[in-house]
């Protein structure tokens, strides 16, 4: 017996139908077992409490802004600056003559990286801001 092993096995008993519906979920996301799915399942619900949590996270804010718009740099660049704790860096990309898409990679405590995404969405004129809520990863092992 590998007593040194960090992997456990334990049965799950469930519901056939369940089954079933889960095995077409692990075929149409392409796993290659159970077990890779579970996994998965299980860490996206750790990463979910982590911000329910108000933990230290991170994660990426994505934004469309029309760069033209009057003082809308200026806004943003404020609101950022205001949080400048929680920014690890950022990138703009000129998505066409007019559009600009800029990610915000963030790190520290939930509520407060939340907060910088509602700010940004909060600006007159940005089009579009969404928050991928990831994780540092400490406690994903
Ligand atoms: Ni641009």
Do not use: P
């Not at 889960?22 to 996301?29: H, K, S």
């Not at 509520?111 to 801001?129: M, S």
């Amino acid at each position: 017996m590998d007593t040194g092993s960090r992997i456990a096995r334990f049965g799950v008993s469930l519901d056939r139908d369940l089954l079933e519906r889960f095995d077409n979920y692990i075929r149409e996301r392409n796993y290659m077992n159970r077990s890779e799915a579970l996994r998965d399942l299980i860490r996206a619900e750790l990463v979910r409490k982590e911000w329910e949590e108000e933990r230290e996270v991170a994660g990426a804010i994505t934004l469309v802004y029309e760069h033209r718009k009057r003082e809308l740099l200026n806004k943003i660049m404020k609101t950022e600056h205001d949080y400048h704790h929680l920014i690890v860096s950022s990138q703009h990309i000129h998505l066409d003559h007019d559009n600009c898409l800029e990610i915000v990679a963030c790190r520290g405590n939930a509520r407060e990286i939340q907060r910088l995404a509602n700010r940004l969405r909060a600006i007159k004129d940005v089009r579009h801001v969404s928050l991928a809520m990831s994780s540092t990863g400490k406690e994903l092992e």
